[in-house]
Antibody
Framework: EVQLVETGGGLIQPGGSLRLSCAAS????????MSWVRQAPGKGLEWVSV???????LYADSVKGRFTISRDNSKNMLSLQMNSLRAEDTAVYYC???????????WGQGTLVTVSS | QSALTQPASVSGSPGQSITISCTGT?????????VSWYQQHPGKAPKLIIY???DRPSGVSNRFSGSKSGITASLTISGLQAEDEADYYC??????????FGSGTKVTVL
């Protein structure tokens, strides 16, 4: 059974850093494109970043230069390092697996990041 | 990249059919058959219900169907049930980014 479990969320001050992790089971993360998607409170979904199987990486303009996505194949995990956090980064962050042509077939339960002083 | 345009809310009575639209541009919805739809209940993660415009993942009810015409994709829910009350998001491949989501539609079962 495919499972994605995110951890690492919490309350952080503006300008601070936080690292999110996503533990995968039931499949091998190195064989799939993997993404982070976020959802601000009461708002819609926003794609954040993707890491392709060949390690090509893309970011949304809103996080480019501040967030770094990575994959640890030995631990079958995905991570998101978030630096220079802003109030507008407050959201539930989901880890998601790409199922094929630009869609997500499995999602984690999400982890809440709150950026506030 | 602006979000794809969806109606904020759609409602219907049990047993009825409703349709949710998702309007983009020729650089996303209109240019590629890579539209997907997600259902999200309050406090839960999104769930894939339609991919590649018309395909349903295994286990998803055939009451959900997708289509596309020009720059507008649509999700139809037939035989509306109380459990269908949720938020629905479309998504599409886009030339500028890997993908873009719609603004979301709240479905209410009257």
């Amino acid at each position: 059974e495919v499972q994605l479990v995110e951890t690492g969320g919490g309350l952080i001050q503006p300008g601070g850093s936080l690292r999110l992790s996503c533990a995968a089971s039931g499949f091998t993360v190195s064989n799939y494109y993997m993404s982070w998607v976020r959802q601000a409170p009461g708002k819609g979904l926003e794609w954040v970043s993707v890491i392709y199987t060949g390690d090509r990486i893309l970011y949304a303009d809103s996080v480019k230069g501040r967030f770094t996505i990575s994959r640890d194949n030995s631990k079958n995990m995905l991570s998101l390092q978030m630096n220079s956090l802003r109030a507008e980064d407050t959201a539930v962050y989901y880890c998601a697996r790409w199922g094929g042509n630009h869609f997500f077939d499995y999602w984690g339960q999400g982890t809440l990041v709150t950026v506030s002083s | 990249q602006s979000a794809l345009t969806q109606p904020a809310s759609v409602s219907g009575s049990p047993g009825q059919s409703i349709t949710i639209s998702c309007t983009g541009t020729s650089s996303d919805v209109g240019g590629y058959n890579f539209v997907s739809w997600y259902q999200q209940h309050p406090g839960k993660a999104p769930k894939l219900i339609i991919y590649d415009v018309i395909d349903r993942p295994s286990g998803v009810s055939n009451r959900f169907s997708g289509s596309k015409s020009g720059i507008t994709a649509s999700l139809t829910i037939s035989g509306l049930q109380a459990e269908d009350e949720a938020d629905y998001y479309c998504s599409s491949y886009t030339t500028r980014n890997p993908l873009v989501f719609g603004s979301g539609t709240k479905v209410t079962v009257l």
